[in-house]
């Protein structure tokens, strides 16, 4: 079975600090890995994901994402912090084969401060 | 082009009633999946269809139904509903199910007083 483990339920920056969110997956199988925003009463939107090609992924709004199998880690991170930023990030896994469906993690509120 | 839509954003229901809720995927889009978000926890998968066939389905009691039609919307249908239904239910369209970018709506807000 596969799931994520995110770490922090809540982070707190300053605006032009650096973003850290830590994903940690277990995974039986080489996954899809994952990560979504999600702005208050809206829906998720899609970040970045790892497809197996290069282990640094970068996604939008200056995200990026770092594949590292031997610590079973896909920790997402932002050079400087806005305040635009401020909102829900889930870390997600799916296998990469066949037909399975998202496994989502707890999520970790960022919020940043002025 | 359209993205995700859902209808209706908020719904109240009591304990007891039913409940539809639906779901316009992106135009070309074939593949629909329903997820549940509690308050405070991350979405969890309810049902995928393709082609109006179910192509999975999470670990959700039978209350918990849903359909593909042909144009590819989808209805998620909840009878005798709970206090513990009380959820932000996402649908999501994809191109095909084994397709990986998912793209969600902004979900329907169901509170189950």
């Known amino acids: 079975a596969q799931s994520v483990t995110q770490l922090g339920s809540h982070v707190s920056v300053s605006e032009g600090a650096l973003v850290l969110l830590r994903c940690n997956y277990s995974?039986?199988?080489?996954?899809?890995l994952f990560w979504y925003v999600q702005y208050p009463n809206q829906g998720l939107q899609l970040l970045l994901k790892y497809t197996s090609a290069a282990t640094l992924v970068k996604g939008i709004n200056g995200f990026e994402a770092e594949f590292k199998k031997s610590e079973t880690s896909f920790h997402l991170t932002k050079p400087s912090a806005h305040m635009s930023d401020a909102a829900e990030y889930f870390c997600a896994v799916r296998m990469n084969s066949g037909n399975t469906p998202l496994v989502f993690g707890k999520g970790t509120r960022l919020s940043v401060i002025a | 082009d359209a993205g995700v839509t859902q209808s209706p954003t908020h719904l109240i229901k009591t304990r007891g009633q039913h409940v539809t809720l639906r779901c316009s995927p992106i135009?070309?889009?074939?593949?629909v999946s329903w997820y549940q978000q509690v308050l405070g926890q991350g979405p969890q998968f309810i049902f995928q269809y393709y082609e109006k066939e179910e192509r999975g389905r999470g670990n959700f009691p039978d209350r918990f139904s849903a359909r593909q039609f042909p144009n590819y919307s989808s209805e998620l249908n909840v009878n005798a509903l709970l206090l513990g239904d009380s959820a932000l239910y996402l649908c999501a369209s994809s191109l095909a199910p084994s397709n990986e970018k998912l793209f969600f709506g902004s979900g329907t807000q169901l509170s189950v007083l």
């Open positions: 995974s039986s199988v080489p996954p899809y």
């Open positions: 135009s070309g889009h074939k593949s």
